[in-house]
């Protein structure tokens, strides 16, 4: 392989995917030494990317990981492609058999952005169009992210009582640790949920997409009218958010697995 022709740029893009192939962050001198890079220059790199976002320094620890920038980017492209394509489809057949408006999102700092947006017929209307944002650790689609999120990455987030905000009188996690609890039910159950948190009297489902790296790329959620819903129809509608954001993650892997076959 020839020379990198902006050596600064190659060493920092290939940091940059290092850290994203890692679960957990990871000490700095395991980073150079993975890179076979020189420790200073690691350090200098790791610096610059604090500085703008890139990284999180986890100063007790002396480790390094992704920060909220780079998630940025992976959702922007997310959203132009293939995500918002691919899952589409899915949502409109997942609303047509259900009977539930239905909607596809991903993390964006803390907030989660909606970029698939299908509404039944004779359902109220949401305040989830395509383009809006809400607070992650308020809505089931936001949930459901968050659960599969490693710890460090989540304390990023959210690491302070200030990082939490309300919509409603419902109560709602309002600390670190609250939120925490919550995400260990939803890890249990394999679905997020939440209950005119987001608007007095809706409630929603959520379940999880994964990338090809198993990375918690999305979530789909059906929203319903809580005071029509009883336990067997909202167990029907677990089982229908956690087929349609399978078959998103099939259709996902299908695409990665695709691109890397040769012609």
Known sequence: MAPPKVPAADATLRLLTFLASRRT??????????????????????????EHGYV???GQERLYGLGPAAYELSGAYLRQEPLARIGRRVIEAMVDEIGE??????????????VVEERARN???????????????????????????????????????????????????????????????????GIAHESGEVTDELGSLAAVVRDHSGWPAASVALT???????????RRLAAVVRRAADEITRRLLGRRIAADLPE
């Not at 239905?102 to 952005?113: F, S, T």
């Not at 005071?227 to 909202?234: I, L, Y």
């Open 25 to 50: 962050p990871i000490a700095a001198t395991r980073i150079a030494e993975q890179l076979e890079l020189p420790r200073s220059r690691t350090y200098d790199l790791l610096a610059t990317l604090v």
């Open 56 to 58: 999180m320094h986890l």
């Open 101 to 114: 408006s239905g909607h596809l999102a991903v993390l964006h700092g803390r907030d989660v952005l909606y």
């Open 123 to 189: 359902r109220p209307s949401l305040v989830t169009d395509v383009g809006v944002r809400l607070s992650a650790h308020l809505t089931a689609s936001g949930r459901a992210i968050l659960a599969e999120l490693p710890p460090a990455q989540l304390r990023a987030l959210f690491g302070h009582r200030d990082d939490f905000t309300s919509r409603t009188a419902a109560p709602v996690p309002e600390t670190p640790r609250d939120l925490r609890e919550l995400l260990v039910t939803v890890r249990a159950d």
């Open 224 to 234: 319903f009218v809580e005071s029509q819903v009883d336990e067997e129809r909202r």
